[in-house]
């Protein structure tokens, strides 16, 4: 079992950026992916982007190509998202997700651990 601590949500105004950062505990870090999911209040839990255990490959969902950059360090245990040219669109809770395996992906079903979420709210 994993254990995931998120940090680095708040307010920020368009056009501005935040890094959020996941603190993991628990398996061996490098021995699985990592993702970051979001949900806007009303709506499901989507996928933003995933990493694989290396760093090596990632993915991104159309909405934030270009914007916002996923990354790891295996000797902090910790995943991050730097989020850029942030929009009105992006508020949501973001919550981040330990794969079950070592390979990326962007389905909700691969991911076998969550944190609590952090707040990002970007107002106009």
């Known amino acids: 079992q994993v254990q995931l601590v998120e940090s680095g949500g708040g307010l920020v105004q368009a056009g501005g950026s935040l890094r959020l950062s996941c603190a993991a505990s628990g398996r061996t870090f490098s021995s699985y992916a990592m993702g970051w999911f979001r949900q806007a209040s009303g709506k499901g839990r989507d996928f933003v982007a995933s990493i694989n255990w290396t760093g090596g490959i990632t993915y991104y969902a159309d909405s934030v190509k270009g914007r916002f950059t996923i990354s790891r360090d295996n000797a902090k245990n910790t995943v991050y998202l730097q989020m850029n040219s942030l929009k009105p669109e992006d508020t949501a809770v973001y919550y981040c997700?330990?794969?079950?395996?070592?390979?990326?992906?962007?389905?909700?079903?691969?991911?076998?651990?969550w944190g609590q979420g952090t707040q990002v709210t970007v107002s106009s």
């Open positions: 997700a330990a794969g079950r395996g070592k390979f990326a992906a962007t389905a909700p079903a691969d991911f076998g651990s």
